[in-house]
């Protein structure tokens, strides 16, 4: 008696998973992210590979300031894209131009670029770094939408969960181009990238998560590699 | 009654209270975090001004402390002193031509001749804004400091309030760390802006612009 019964919630622990399975494998398909990747280059310009760039990111006095990860995503990814490219740390490059690239202190347009140059010392430090590009990034990545229930209950005989959860995740982005010596904005790269997460759970909630804020970098990364001229670009939806 | 049995029963309450007394202490003592700040702000990228200043800490900004009450939790304790003394001392280095720490204001103003000018910055307040606070997912941090200056003749050259804003996710670096990261960005924005908008202010400019003119300096 003790074994038919053993045998029966055992078959019912394995249709449960078997149906869980089947339901992730469905909802996995749907767990993508839609990527929007546009530029718009100055015509004429022409990048050269001598010169380091920076990436920098705007900061805000709010919540939706550009994420210190996604700049070290970037950073890192146009590193890997191209190794024609030569990055320069934001955090050394920031700190050897101290005051002058704080979140309060940087120059907000190209029109100050020269103001900021004459100051004394500014220029000379900008050429030791090597760099002549800054890339600012602007943007974040925030939870536009939410729903499903889901309810988890522990007892001596065991615990588990029921339910389904969803969200979907916004992640718009945007890199100016300035350089330095002409003082002027040669182009601009934008990220558009959307995802929704799925989180079915029967017994175990299993998370089926759209990574959105990389699929931005990503994007963003290798659009900014092709821009300045470091690789070849594959764009399109993921 | 045995004396003995007396001494015995006193001598094991004694340390079952101190026992007490010390879990006691430990709990209270586990209610308050401390949180020391550091910082490495760089070396400013500037000219000096072509003066000769005196440097006067008052111990309310090297011994500066904030307690921060957070309601049902821990609260917290944040120790500035050293980092206020470690930041004034690279910015002013970089700002003027010549530095001296003096001990006391008096000390200065005796000595007419050392100086240019006497410079006392202190710090106003602090206020740290916990994530639960603000229903933010950060720590913030706010610093106001205020820097007085005085000519050699102790008159007033400006008496200047200047602020700095910081702030840290605490998921990234774990709640004390985020506070200190968020403090230290405050400091370090005001330290920015004490470099950048204090020869800027009209009092300091005029005084900078008497004093070149009086060294044989163009004016600016």
């Known amino acids: ?238 | 009654m045995n004396p003995g049995s007396n001494t015995l029963s006193t001598q094991i309450r004694r340390p079952v209270r101190l026992g007490a007394l010390v879990i006691g202490l430990a709990i209270l003592a586990g209610c308050t975090t401390t949180v020391p700040i550091e910082t490495n702000i760089p070396t400013p990228l500037i000219a000096p001004m072509p003066v000769r200043v005196a440097v006067f800490y008052d111990p309310s900004l090297t011994d500066f402390e904030h307690t921060e009450d957070v309601v049902g939790g821990s609260d917290w304790v944040v120790q500035l002193g050293n980092a206020n003394m470690t930041m004034f001392n690279k910015l002013f280095a970089s700002m003027f031509a010549t530095v001296v720490k003096v001990d006391s204001l008096e000390q200065a103003f005796a000595d007419t001749e050392g100086y240019d000018a006497i410079i006392t910055p202190s710090i106003v307040e602090l206020q740290i804004a916990p994530p639960s606070r603000l229903e933010s997912d950060f720590f913030e941090a706010w610093v106001k400091y205020r820097i007085d200056a005085f000519d050699n003749d102790q008159k007033p050259i400006v008496k200047w309030i200047v602020t700095g804003y910081g702030k840290a996710e605490p998921e990234m670096l774990g709640s004390s760390d985020a506070l200190s990261a968020a403090t230290v960005t405050a400091m370090r924005d005001a330290a920015a802006n004490i470099v950048i908008k204090f020869k800027k202010q009209p009092r300091v400019r005029e005084w900078i612009d008497a004093q070149e003119r009086m060294n044989g300096l163009p004016a600016h």
């Open chain 1, 1 to 238: 008696m003790v074994y038919l019964l053993t045998n029966r919630c055992a078959q019912a622990v394995l249709a449960t998973a078997r149906l869980t399975l089947a339901l992730s494998l469905t909802l996995s398909l749907g767990a993508c992210v839609n990527s929007t990747i546009e530029q718009v280059k100055q015509p004429g310009v022409a990048f050269d590979n001598a010169d380091s760039i920076v990436i920098l990111a705007r900061r805000h006095q709010n919540a939706s300031e550009t994420e210190a990860s996604f700049t070290e995503c970037v950073e890192a990814r146009l590193s890997e894209e191209s190794t024609l490219l030569k990055v320069h740390p934001q955090k050394a490059f920031i700190d050897a131009m101290f005051p002058w690239f704080e979140p309060g202190t940087a120059p907000v347009t190209t029109d100050a670029i020269p103001e900021l140059l004459a100051n004394p010392g500014v220029r000379s430090q900008i050429d030791q770094t090597g760099v002549r590009y800054v890339v600012w990034l602007d943007g974040s990545t925030q939870r536009i939408d939410s729903g499903g229930t889901m309810s988890c209950a522990v007892s001596p005989a065991g615990g588990g969960c029921l339910g389904f959860g969803w969200w979907e995740d916004a992640a718009d982005y945007e890199a100016t181009i300035w350089d330095l010596r002409t003082a002027s904005t040669t182009g601009m790269v934008s990220a558009d990238v959307s995802g929704t997460s799925y989180m079915p759970a029967l017994i175990v909630p299993i998370p089926l998560i759209a990574r959105t804020q990389a699929a931005a970098c990503k994007g963003l990364a290798k659009q900014l590699s092709q821009f300045l001229g470091g690789a070849p670009v594959d764009l399109g939806s993921e």
